[in-house]
T-cell receptor
Framework: AQTVTQSQPEMSVQEAETVTLSCTYDTSESDYYLFWYKQPPSRQMILVIRQEAYKQQNATENRFSVNFQKAAKSFSLKISDSQLGDAAMYFCAYRPYSGAGSYQLTFGKGTKLSVIP | NAGVTQTPKFQVLKTGQSMTLQCAQDMNHNSMYWYRQDPGMGLRLIYYSASEGTTDKGEVPNGYNVSRLNKREFSLRLESAAPSQTSVYFC?????????????FGDGTRLSIL
């Protein structure tokens, strides 16, 4: 079974600084997708960024980028120029590309990010 | 631009009462999902519907039933609510089960069972 581990329950960052959130996963699949979701206090689940495992290039979306290390099964999220609106729970999630498990997102337990003005 | 709409947003039930959570999406997605989120946990899949007319169990299906009413709507029913079902419930949809498209989530329903 796939598992997703976020080892940092809470983190904080000064406004305008950079922070990296960690995520590791365990899978025997070779093709899969990885996601970072943001959940602000409003409870919405907002997709931040996604990575296809077959792509070697790390995904970027404006101030958000990932460091995808397939051999190490690591998928960290870097937030640059942190803003107050970045304060939220961040969830790492995994989904295999095909097969019976491809319907299901497996989530980590989340990292609560605080942004200090 | 509604996306995924869940009703109600909040509900308090007594143990043993029944309740149906409603979910509708207007994106013409084929796949729909129900998750629950408990404190300190990520989301866990309860049931999903890969396409209209099909439903399957996820990771934590006990105590729940679902109905895929049509392509747009996917409801979650608690027949006899228990305190352990106190949680935040999320509905999500995706274009197809086997696609690279991400899931789109509703805003959640906070359900408390007394």
């Amino acid at each position: 079974a796939q598992t997703v581990t976020q080892s940092q329950p809470e983190m904080s960052v000064q406004e305008a600084e950079t922070v990296t959130l960690s995520c590791t996963y365990d899978t025997s699949e070779s093709d899969y997708y990885l996601f970072w979701y943001k959940q602000p206090p409003s409870r919405q689940m907002i997709l931040v960024i996604r990575q296809e495992a077959y792509k070697q290039q790390n995904a970027t979306e404006n101030r958000f980028s990932v460091n995808f290390q397939k051999a190490a099964k690591s998928f960290s999220l870097k937030i640059s120029d942190s803003q107050l609106g970045d304060a939220a729970m961040y969830f790492c999630a995994y989904r295999p590309y095909s097969g019976a498990g491809s319907y299901q997102l497996t989530f980590g337990k989340g990292t609560k990010l605080s942004v200090i003005p | 631009n509604a996306g995924v709409t869940q009703t109600p947003k909040f509900q308090v039930l007594k143990t043993g009462q029944s309740m149906t959570l409603q979910c509708a999406q207007d994106m013409n997605h084929n796949s729909m999902y129900w998750y629950r989120q408990d404190p300190g946990m990520g989301l866990r899949l309860i049931y999903y519907s890969a396409s209209e007319g099909t439903t399957d169990k996820g990771e934590v299906p006990n105590g729940y039933n679902v109905s895929r009413l049509n392509k747009r709507e996917f409801s979650l029913r608690l027949e006899s609510a228990a305190p352990s079902q106190t949680s935040v419930y999320f509905c999500a949809s995706r274009l197809r089960s086997y696609s690279n498209q991400p899931q789109h989530f509703g805003d959640g329903t906070r359900l408390s069972i007394l």
